[in-house]
Nanobody, 123 residues
Framework: VQLQASGGGLVQPGGSLRLSCAAS????????MGWFRRAPGKEREFVAA????????NYADSVKGRFTISRDNAKNTVYLEMNTLIPEDTAVYYC?????????????????WGQGTQVTVSS
């Protein structure tokens, strides 16, 4: 699976962004999809994951209630809607894909990775 993330940028605190990740190659609908992020000087951390059918979603506590993960299997795309952004959300955001049914929260559980898109929250 090849993954291409987009949609990052500079946004003021309290603002919103929507990230997209387009997939090609292996059947997208076979994959659990996830978003991770890496802030400067920090380890990569889990943000959200969504099952193949979109019936199950999982979020990090730090983004619960502010971020929404979704997917469109007809477009081979997964999205991350980010609202009420805070400076602590500043990071490079990566989309990832894995086979199987477990909504992994660890980077090592994912088989395929996109190149990352920068999100900066600053006034």
């Amino acid at each position: 699976v090849q993954l291409q993330a987009s949609g990052g940028g500079l946004v003021q605190p309290g603002g919103s962004l929507r990230l997209s990740c387009a997939a090609s190659g292996r059947t997208f609908s076979d994959c659990v999809m996830g978003w991770f992020r890496r802030a400067p000087g920090k380890e990569r951390e889990f943000v959200a994951a969504i099952s193949q059918s979109a019936k199950t979603r999982n979020y990090a506590d730090s983004v619960k209630g502010r971020f929404t993960i979704s997917r469109d299997n007809a477009k081979n795309t997964v999205y991350l809607e980010m609202n009420t952004l805070i400076p602590e959300d500043t990071a490079v955001y990566y989309c990832a894909a894995k086979l199987g049914v477990i909504l992994g929260v660890m980077a090592g559980q994912y088989d395929y990775w996109g190149q990352g898109t920068q999100v900066t929250v600053s006034s």
